[in-house]
């Protein structure tokens, strides 16, 4: 089945710096690339997703990159925010026809420092 | 529109005892998950549903049954709880989007301890 490695682990960054967050997946039949947040005590939510027909997305002051070849894929996040503060996921699906199942990465704890 | 609840929000049993959570959708997906969460270890697949009436194995189902008889709920069931199934279980739903997008509504946890 599809393994994601997601690093690293922990990230401590200041107000106003950029954020990146690196995960690398196994099965090339993997199409389908989302971000979650995790904030204190809530549920996963959705925050970017990209698809493997694309090489690179961006949201306002997140974005996310794919490289398929290489098989990993990065969350960008910019002029970071003491509310950018969360856990975040990355995951890998094959979508359509194996009932978008997702594997998901261990996660990355993001602080936002002052 | 609820989205996705779970009940109940807290349990603590003890070794052996049996519980059932309960997962409602209002949004008429067709697809819905159960996933635990243990720290440093991320979410991890339970058990998932495609449609009423259909359920199947995830990634960690050792221990676990589920039910579907309701398009709009998905049952996960401990018949036999183990300090190992202490974790928070998330439940999610998804209506697969036309371009590819799959997004996954997830409810708001369920702390489960076992002592």
């Known amino acids: 089945g599809e393994n994601v490695e997601q690093h690293p682990s922990t990230l401590s960054v200041q107000e106003g710096d950029s954020a990146v967050i690196k995960c690398t997946y196994s099965?090339?039949?993997?199409?389908?690339f989302p971000w979650y947040k995790q904030e204190l005590g809530k549920r996963p939510q959705l925050i970017i997703d990209i698809r493997s027909n694309v090489g690179e997305k961006k949201d306002q002051r997140i974005a996310v990159t794919l490289n398929k070849t290489a098989k990993h894929f990065s969350l960008h996040i910019t002029e970071t925010q003491p509310e950018d503060s969360a856990v975040y996921f990355c995951a890998a699906s094959i979508g359509a026809g194996t009932a978008s199942k997702l594997t998901f990465g261990t996660g990355t704890r993001l602080q936002v420092t002052l | 529109n609820a989205g996705v609840t779970q009940t109940p929000k807290f349990r603590v049993l003890k070794t052996g005892q049996s519980m059932t959570l309960l997962c409602a959708q209002d949004m008429n997906h067709e697809y819905m998950y159960w996933y635990r969460q243990d720290p440093g270890m991320g979410l991890r697949l339970i058990h998932y549903s495609v449609g009423e009436g259909t359920t199947a194995k995830g990634e960690v189902p050792d221990g676990y049954n589920v039910s579907r008889l309701k398009k709009q709920n998905f049952l996960l069931g401990l018949e036999s709880a183990a300090p190992s199934q202490t974790s928070v279980y998330f439940c999610a739903s998804c209506r697969p989007l036309a371009g590819g997008s799959y997004e996954q509504y997830f409810g708001p946890g369920t702390r489960l301890t076992v002592t």
């Open positions: 099965d090339s039949a993997s199409n389908y």
